[in-house]
């Protein structure tokens, strides 16, 4: 991302400051995201002292990052014509202003009755929701699976069966004895434009014609990952219902890897429009993660903490050591993966890794750090990996220039937020450095809110 002008995107930029002041820390105190906040603008009602859900905020800032990359879209452009006339450099520089979050779904409703599927509609997500298949254990896996599967629905409606129904009203009616002549031939005048759309396009439109509804005794509806973001977020959906009716925590422990492949949920060339088949075959080739955050939540559905554990890097960025760090509060410790392995997750941010299995970090993919190749404007011509997004990389702000913004670490403000805003915003790649100088006795935790 690419932007020239701070006050376009003041979201972004304060992201993009907080986050090197979290990464490359210059004090040894607690960070507190005033500027952030600030960011949304005085009139913003929905960031407030009340406290919030982990994934309600993403949800908040999510939409703000997105609603400034498609303010700070180049004017000039205004379709597909300008795009594709444009040569490849300018296409960097100018045109792919996009959340890193920001993936697309394949999503289809098929009717098993009649065997018609509309048509496969594509939808953007900034993060998938995944219901946790069982109330015991279960791993990410089972969870992702549960998301892609074919699902059965009875009583969709469906257009081609709603126009079989029509017809057979339109027929019926036709013989109907004693009908005026003018309006029989009304009648079976309606009835064959009805025949031609079923026989040609069921989605034509039928303008004077009452649609009799048609119901699928059985469809099947499956959504896949048509395009997978470079910054994938998945939010466990642990709220659940009691026998009483009472809302609950589902407590269930789900397990996770530190890479994950995301070919199996995901769309390959072929797209099939059978009901009662899968519509995609798993893509062959694998699609590559590695796990960057965890956010865990302790506690029960009305009340509870957010405790976040992020990666980092110690040392240069392509050849520096792994680290986790655990952020409660304003306590930061340093953790091994094996016991962030052991938490139970509510969401989980990974990072998208290069194709060549060699190679093991985006900026190594790049042959350079995101700095330099930002510093100048040029940018990354192909993207033979898909990048990470400068605002999740080391040190420097969306237009290349070191960030040298102090972020207010007075105590004074936005206390209930501040804890939600840390761990939601732990999804950082930590590059440098870390936190371990801010070892403090962590203050009383706020309560933190019920789950969504
Ligand atoms: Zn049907």
């Not at 109330?135 to 599967?149: K, N």
């Not at 896949?224 to 709220?239: D, F, K, T, V």
């Not at 190749?373 to 070191?402: Q, W, Y």
Request: glycine share 6%.
């Amino acid at each position: 991302m690419y932007v020239e002008d701070e006050a376009e995107a003041p979201v972004t930029q304060a992201l993009a400051d907080l986050l090197t002041e979290i990464n490359e820390p210059t004090s040894n105190r607690s960070l507190l995201p005033t500027l952030l906040i600030q960011a949304f603008g005085p009139d913003n009602h929905i960031l407030n002292a009340d406290q919030q859900d982990a994934q309600e905020f993403y949800q908040i800032l999510s939409s703000a990052l997105g609603t400034e990359c498609d303010q700070c879209q180049p004017s000039h452009i205004s379709g597909l014509t300008d795009l594709l006339c444009m040569p490849p450099p300018s296409r960097v520089h100018t045109g792919e202003v996009r959340s890193p979050f920001i993936g697309l779904l394949a999503s289809r409703l098929a009717c098993t009755t009649c065997d018609y599927t509309e048509a496969i509609r594509h939808f953007t997500f900034d993060n998938l929701s995944c219901n946790i298949p069982s109330t015991y254990q279960a791993t990410l896996g089972e969870c992702l699976q549960d998301y892609v599967r074919l699902e059965p629905l009875e009583d969709a409606r469906c257009r081609r069966c709603s126009l079989t129904a029509t017809l057979t009203w339109l027929e019926e009616r036709s013989q109907k004895p004693g009908l005026p002549k003018k309006v029989r031939r009304e009648v079976e005048d309606r009835a064959s434009r009805v025949r031609l759309a079923l026989k040609t396009n069921p989605a034509m439109e039928l303008p004077g014609i009452k649609m009799e509804p048609g119901r699928s005794r059985l469809s099947t509806k499956q959504s896949l990952i048509a395009q997978a973001p470079p910054s994938l977020c998945l939010h466990l959906a642990r709220s659940t219902f009691s026998s009483y009716g009472h809302i609950l925590k589902n407590n269930a422990l789900v397990t996770f890897p530190a890479t994950l492949d995301l070919a199996p949920y995901m769309t390959s060339g072929t797209l099939r429009t059978t009901a009662r088949s899968t519509m995609s075959p798993p893509s062959s080739r694998p699609i590559r993660y590695r796990l960057t955050s965890v956010i865990v939540h302790y506690g029960s559905h009305e009340d509870g903490h957010y405790v976040a554990f992020r990666r980092g890097i110690h040392g240069d960025g392509a050849t520096g050591e792994e680290v986790w760090w655990r952020v409660s509060d304003s306590r930061v410790d340093r953790v091994s993966l094996q016991q962030v392995l052991r938490e139970n997750p509510y969401i989980l941010f990974y990072e998208r890794l290069p194709e060549d299995p060699k190679i093991t970090s985006v900026t190594e993919a790049l042959g350079g750090t995101w700095k330099e190749k930002f510093r100048d404007g040029t940018g990354i011509e192909e993207p033979a990996a898909v990048p990470a997004p400068p605002f999740l990389s080391n040190g420097h702000s969306l237009n290349g220039k070191p960030l040298e913004k102090e972020v207010d670490t007075g105590a004074d403000t936005v206390a209930d937020v501040d804890v939600i805003m840390d761990e939601a915003l732990a999804f950082v790649v930590k590059e440098k450095g870390g936190r371990e100088a801010d070892q403090r006795v962590p203050e009383p935790p706020e309560k933190d809110p019920p789950m969504v």
